[in-house]
């Protein structure tokens, strides 16, 4: 069984955007319940989460964005820029302790503590514009843990893969001319037209051209249809890069069941693509392998999606070998 960890913190409960907003803090409270009910907190690592250091948000994001969103928190606003970001006082600080979580795993896993981990944290983040924030994201998560990787560890090669339902812009922008960090995104295009961006010809610039790639789903699609495009679009990709480390931006939000998309994934298929996965990271980066949640919004399937993800990171096996799933 592998050592993997899972991070939540309540505090990422007090970000609180508000009535009828879909990004709300009983999302992660439905997925800590799934893992919890399934028996599993006693066999993976629990976190808390540590707030980033302040270096570390502006790899990604400018300082003067920093300081809007800072201020704007302060001040008691309800919104950042957009009424799709809803925020509180508490925003800011809950921001720093979602990307600040994710690189403590990232340092675990480095460290052998860890050989892999579930971070399930919010706000998300692969919306999140080095000078703008977008759909529920402040800082983004996954890009910032990927610069720190490099830096910090040294990783030559980061791979990040993105299968919300929603194109992550800020990621892909963040390393379009990155050869180092290949950027890869599953999405519905048009995705009720947002966020517009992650066409296919999309494929990076300068010395990054190459290294972003972007399968789309038309509405309606379904489990075939994005087998079909992981096959022939991720797979190759990941056999050519050769990564060192493999970051997940985990959205559940393509499920049949979440209103939030036009797409119809089974629960099965959020299985298949984290076995997949979990084979590739074994292949190229000695397993290591780290998913940080991005959307999911059906209160109702999230425990179980959440379970079943947690499950095939542990690899416990029965007596047969089998993955308990």
């Not at 675990?108 to 050989?115: A, K």
Request: proline share 3%.
């Amino acid at each position: 069984m592998k050592k993997t960890g899972f991070l939540y913190d309540e505090r990422y409960l007090l970000h609180d955007t508000g009535e009828d907003h879909p990004e709300t803090a009983d999302r992660l409270i439905a997925i800590y319940k799934g893992i919890e009910n399934a028996g599993l907190l006693e066999k993976v690592k629990c976190f808390r989460a540590k707030p980033a250091d302040m270096k570390w948000i502006k790899t990604i994001h400018s300082e003067d964005y920093i300081r809007r969103f800072e201020e704007i928190c302060l001040c008691g606003n309800m919104t950042f820029e957009t009424t799709d970001n809803r925020i509180c006082t508490e925003t800011y600080d809950t921001a720093f302790l979602a990307a600040g979580g994710v690189m403590d795993m990232a340092c675990r896993v480095m460290e052998g503590e860890l050989d892999n981990a579930f971070c399930a944290v919010r706000p998300p983040g692969h919306h999140a514009e080095r000078n703008e924030s977008m759909g529920f994201c402040y800082f983004n998560n996954i890009a910032i843990c990927a610069k720190y990787l490099q830096m910090q560890w040294k990783i030559e090669r980061v791979m990040i893969i993105d299968i919300d339902v929603h194109h992550g812009n800020a990621t892909q922008h963040s390393f379009e001319s990155d050869p180092t960090v290949f950027y890869y995104s599953i999405h519905e295009h048009p995705s009720f037209a947002f966020p517009g961006t992650g066409r296919d010809f999309e494929q990076g610039s300068g010395k990054g051209f190459g290294f972003n790639k972007n399968s789309l789903a038309l509405p309606g699609q379904g489990d075939k249809d994005y087998l079909k495009l992981i096959k022939r679009d991720l797979f190759p990709a990941i056999d050519r890069f050769k990564p060192g480390f493999i970051l997940l931006s985990t959205g559940f939000d393509g499920h049949m069941d979440d209103d939030m998309s036009g797409i119809n994934l089974s629960t099965q298929w959020y299985t298949w693509i984290t076995l997949k996965l979990m084979e590739m990271a074994e292949k190229y980066c000695q397993g290591r392998l780290i998913s940080i949640l991005e959307g999911g919004y059906c209160l109702e399937r999230l425990p179980e999606l959440a379970r079943n993800h947690v499950r095939v990171l542990l690899q416990e096996r029965d007596a047969n070998g089998t993955i308990i799933i």
